[in-house]
């Protein structure tokens, strides 16, 4: 680098983490905008000499569903370990840098939300920041409109896919169950190590698909010879012999014991630090938090033992972290299971077809089959150009067959939300409140009114919906209820 070019780089690098001192102060700036000045005063280049800077180096975590809970489950190991520096539910290049804006750590590990290509450069992220590792949860269909413009899938696999195309060096890990990371994968094997990990269980997802699955490579449709969760199983390409790879390492046991859930670890992992791959064979307890928390528990323990520097700690570190784990780990949005009264309650967010059945799995898997057939739906509705959101919805929601199923829009357009409600009404029984985006406070009372009156025993309330704004508020309010009650 030009000497010119690093007192440029420096002044950047002055600049920024003054402002991030200042953030700590209170001074009520962004989290982003430190990493923001720096690349006023810098330039991209700049990042790549902070990046530089990492003991070990940088590991991005993207993904449809489940980013946030892994990035955290990721921090919590490796802070044990190792000198962190790190940042979750951040979608823009301002949050890692703000990150990188430190000194003296091993490993930065941050959270990174790809829509689609245009907005999220992850090319441009992944040769700047220069990561040692991409860690990617599961690809579904989500944000088929950004901005006004159409994002088809393809699009958005390739967006995902960029993100570790520029890699040359260290681990991309991927969920083997899930044919699109595992497509990533194999496209990267001959550039850097591939760990992929995934599930061994008895447990099975009987429902349908919510949509077919295609085959990465040639488009003709996947079979499968078993589903855990959606379209996350055992899978395999007829036509081109594309299949789901052997996972690194499995969770091979799941024991259910009311508010604990048992799993056993088993596997060979590659530890990138020491350059040895490592035997893993472990039982740690977890809170009951459904299938799909499972993936992101094995995503994080994959990633954790793929970069942990000490690998004698990895048997403790996993215990003392799984043991101590709780559910306030997960996003404000979460699905939750409580009671009020006499009724079952299973709330949260559920944004995408993917989502909204591992709630429903979630529900079926903690209370039993009681729940199939005395089950009442309140479904709060995708926006305006989300209808194959919707597809998915319908898919998962027609399989189930719920006794009722109220609608109420989740996002801004009532209109769309009538013309979902529509489809709805013809092969379920269903109603619709057309309550406005504006008046939150009365779409979260005719929720709470719902169901207080509903004279099912058991009732789901997922859709979409902004994560605090109404899921958050629902939820205290819900359980404020449960309090009084
Ligand atoms: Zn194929």
Known sequence: MALSQTVKCRTAESAGKLSKHLIKLGSGMGKSYPGHLFLKLGSLNCVNY????????????????????????????????????????????????????????????????????????????????????????????????VSGRKNPFKEYLKAKQLLSTPMKRGVVICNADDPRTTYIGKNKEQDTK???????????????????????????????????????????????????????????????????????????????????????DLKVPLPAFGIHNLYNLLCAVTTYISFTPNPENIKNTISETCESLDLSILPPGRFEIFKVKNKWIGMGQGDNGDALKANIQFMESYLGEEINGNTAFIYTTPDEGEDEIFEDHYSSLSSFKPVMVHVIPGRESIEAAKNYYEIIKKSLPADFYPLPYEEMDKRIDKIRELVKESTSKYIIV?????????WGNLKSRCKSQKKRS
């Open 50 to 145: 902070l990046a530089s800077k990492l003991g070990i180096g940088s590991i991005i975590i993207t993904g449809t569903n489940g980013k946030t809970t892994s990035t955290k489950i990721t921090i919590l190991l490796l802070a044990k370990d190792a000198k962190l520096t790190y940042n979750y539910e951040s979608n823009t290049i301002n949050a890692i840098v703000t990150g990188l804006l430190t000194s003296k750590v091993d490993l930065g590990v941050f959270e990174y939300g790809i829509r689609d290509i245009e907005h999220a450069i992850p090319d441009t992220v992944c040769k700047i920041v220069d990561p040692v590792g991409v860690v990617y949860t599961n690809i579904s269909r989500e944000h088929s409109q």
């Open 194 to 280: 591939v760990t992929y990990y995934g599930l061994d269980i008895d447990l099975e997802d009987k429902t349908p698909l919510t949509g077919d699955v295609f085959c990465p490579i040639c488009g003709e449709n996947l079979v499968y010879s078993k589903r855990y969760l959606n379209h996350r199983g055992i899978y395999e390409c007829t036509d081109c012999g594309f299949n789901r790879p052997e996972p690194d390492i499995k969770l091979t046991k799941l024991i259910l014991e009311n508010d604990i859930w048992w799993v056993t670890l088993n596997g060979e992992i590659y530890n990138y630090p020491t350059d040895k791959n490592l035997p893993i």
């Open 462 to 470: 997922s859709g979409c919906g902004p994560e605090d704004y109404m």
